[in-house]
C-alpha cells in the first residue's frame, strides 16, 4: 500500500492505533484522488470478500492497509477482525424497543452549508459526508433510519474519539455519587502519574482537557508525542529496537508539563485515558466492565459494544469504542432524559446536567478550533452554547451523537470520510442537524 | 514463562494457533506439578487483573504465555481480549426463555469412572475435570447448571475442535438442502485443493475425515505438520524468514497424500478447514456468516458468537469457535429435536438424521483411540454408538456437548484442563453423563 513508500522500516511499527492512520491519511489525501461515497463503497470494493479474498483486497493492520481510504470505509465496520477487543456486554436481557414515526420529509429540508451559497439538501448531505449510518430520534420516536456503506442494524461501527465522551460521563457519574473528587489530584488517585505532568492536574482539568501537556496530535509533524503513544498503545508484539513504554498507561506516565493547568482547553487524547486509568483506579474496574455494568446492559441495548485494547488488555478509553447505530441513539436518549430511562435513574441527574452546563467558553476559545465559535468542552462532551443548547460527542472521520434539548431531539451519524478532522464535515452536518431540529420543532 | 527455554526464537513464532499451545502444555505437564482446579482457579489467579496488571500476570499470545496452563483457565474465557477474532451474531431479537426445573441431587449422583475402583460424585467429578461451566437439560428443561473459573453466564468460552461440529452440521445442512453433493470430489468446489491431498477426496470423505492426509498432529513431535498449520494461521505478522503459506487455506494446498482415501477414520484438523473452505465456496459466506443466518440469529441465542481468524480473515473452522455455555445448550437441544425450535425446522431433519445414524464402526476402530471402543464419526460428530444412541461435539481441554436421545438429554460442559487430550477426562466424565442419564430416566 502506499503508506509502505512513506515510511522507514521503524516507523512502520506504530501500526495499531487510529491516530497513526489519521496521519497517514492526511498524507494519503494529498496524493490521491478523493473517491466519491458512492464510488468508495466498501462493499462494491470487495474488502476482505472472497475465499480467500484476492491479495489487492486484503486489509490488514500490520501493513497499515486497513486505515487508508478508501479501505477504511470496510474496517470502520470490521475492527475486531483486525485486532484485540474487549466486550462491552449488553446483558443479557431482551432488548427495548424503539418505537417509529418515520417522516420521509426529512430527506428533503433543505440547508446552507457554512461558507456555500447554494442550498443543500439532507439527504445530499449524507453522500456528501459519507455516512455509513444516520438515526433521528424526536420526542423519543425513531422519525430517520438509514446504513449505508458496510455498516448494517446487526453491526457495530468504530466511533474513535467519540469514546472519550463515554469516559467523561463515566467519570460525571462517579463524582455525583461522591466516589470522585473532582477537586483532587490526579497523582491521588493514580501515584503512577505523579511525575508526570498529570501529577499536579485536578481531576476536573483532566476532565475537561484544560491540562497543560507536550504533547502534539498534529499528525503531519513525524516528531509529534501521538507517534510514541500510538506505539506504546499498539497490541501487536514490539519490534527489537523498540525502547519506549509498553501499553497506554505506561505512556502516560512519560507525559511532560508545558505551561500551567486550568488555563487553556487544549484537545489532546491522551487525557481520555488518563481518565480512563483514574476511573478504573476508583472502581477496580476497566472502562469496558463498568460501561457495561452501568449503561450498556441497563437500557436494553440490542448489541454488545467493544474497546480495542493494548498489550496489557487495557481498553483504549480516548478513541477505541464501538458500537451499533440504534445503541448510541439509546444512549444519546439517556442523556437528553437527564439519565432516565423508563422511569429509572440510570445516570445520576447531576451527572448529566454537569455536562449540559457547559466548560469555560474562554478556555476553549483558546484553542483554536474556527468552526466551534462560541463553543465549550465539559466532561469530554462538545457544548455548542447555542440557542438550543445542543451538545455533541465527536469522533474523527464523522463520528456524532448530537443532542437538542429544546427540540427534544438526537441524531447518530457514524461515518467514513477521507479526511480525519471534523472540519472537512461540520459545514455539511451542523446546520444540517440545526434545520432539522426546527423543521421537527415546526411539525403540524 | 517456561515456553521460551523449550523454543528457538523461529519455532517461538508459531504462535497463535491453539494447537501450538496444546503441545506446549504437553511439554509443561512434564516439568510442572498440576495444580488442582480450585488452586487454579483464574480469578484467584489475578490474570490480567489490576490497572495495570503486574508484570508476571500479564498473558500474551505474542510469548505463548496465554496458553500454558494455568493461565490458559482465564485465556478460554477472554480470546477476543487476545486475538483478532469474527462476530457470529446472534441478532437483534429477544433470547429465547429456558425453563427451569433444577435438581439439587444430580450432585450426589454416584458413578464408577473407568478404570477405577471407588465411585465419585457427580460434584466431585466437576472439580476433577477442571469445569468451568455445565448445564444439563432434560426434556428440554434446565435441571442443572453451574459456573466455575472465569466462565459466566454473559460471557463465552472457546470450545476448541467442537468447532469442528459445526462444520459438520452446516455441510449437512448443505447436502440435505440438495447444495453440496457429498459425492462430488472436493476439487470441484474448490479448485485450488485440486493438486493437495484433498483433490481427489470426496466431500463426504472429509466430512467424516477418512482423507488420506500426509499430516501429523502428534503435539511431542516438533516435525508434525500441525506446526506449519498453525504458523499458517497465525494472524500476526509473520517473520522475515518466514517462507510458508500465509492464511489456513494457503497451507491446505500444501496437504499431500498419504494412503488411499476412504479406508480408515483419521481424526486431523485440517479436514474440518478444508470442509469449511468448501462451504464457503458454495454459499459465498464465510462459516461465521453462515452460522449466524442459518442458526445463530434463529432460535433466541442470547449472545453472540465468534471465531478467531487468520490474516485473511478466515475464520478457524476446526477450532476457532468460543460460545456461551446456555446458548450452545440451545444448539444441542435443537439438534436433539431433529432441528426443530419452538415449531419451526431450523435444521433440516435429513441433516441430523445423518449425524445420528453414525459412520462406520470399522474406519473409527483403525484410528487409535482406545478409550472409543466401538464408536464412529460422522459429520463431525463422535457417535458413541451405546445403548442410547448418544453423540457428542468434543474438544480439547473437555469441552462437550453431549446429546442423549434416549434420555431426552443433553449436556454441555466447558472446561480448562492441564492437560489437552480428552482421554484425561473421558474416565471421569462419560461414565458420570450415563449415571445422569439413568437418574433422569428413573426419575419419579
Known sequence: MHTDLLLSSSRKFIISSLFYFLAMNSFAQK????????KSDPVKMGWMQGFPPPKDKILSVADGSFFNFPALRWSVVNMRQLMPTVNVSRGLQAPSPL??????NIDSIHFLPWGAKTEMTWEASLWKNYTDGIIILHKGQVVYEKYFGALKDDRVHAVMSLSKSFAGTLASMLVADGLLDENKLVSFYVPELKASAFGDATVRE???MTTALKYSEDYANPKAEIWAFSAAGNPLPKPKDYKGPIGYYAYLETVKK?????Q???YKTVNADALGWIISKVTGKSVAELLSEKIWSKIGMEQSAFYQVDAL???FAGGGFNAGLRDLARFGELILNNGKWNGEQIIPQQAVADIEKGGSKEKFAKSGHPLLKGWSYRDMWWITENAHHAFTARGVYGQTIYIDPTADMVIVRLASQPVADNSNNDPW???AYAAVADYLMNKK
Chains 1, 2 share one sequence.
Do not use: C, N, T
Not at 496524493?31 to 458512492?38: G, V
Open 31 to 38: 496524493k490521491e484522488p478523493i473517491f466519491s461515497a458512492r
Open 99 to 104: 418505537s417509529y414515526q418515520l417522516d420521509e
Open 206 to 208: 483532566v476532565m475537561d
Open 258 to 262: 508545558q505551561g500551567v493547568h486550568g
Open 264 to 266: 487553556a482547553f487544549g
Open 313 to 315: 488488555g487495557i481498553p
Open 429 to 431: 452536518s451542523l446546520p
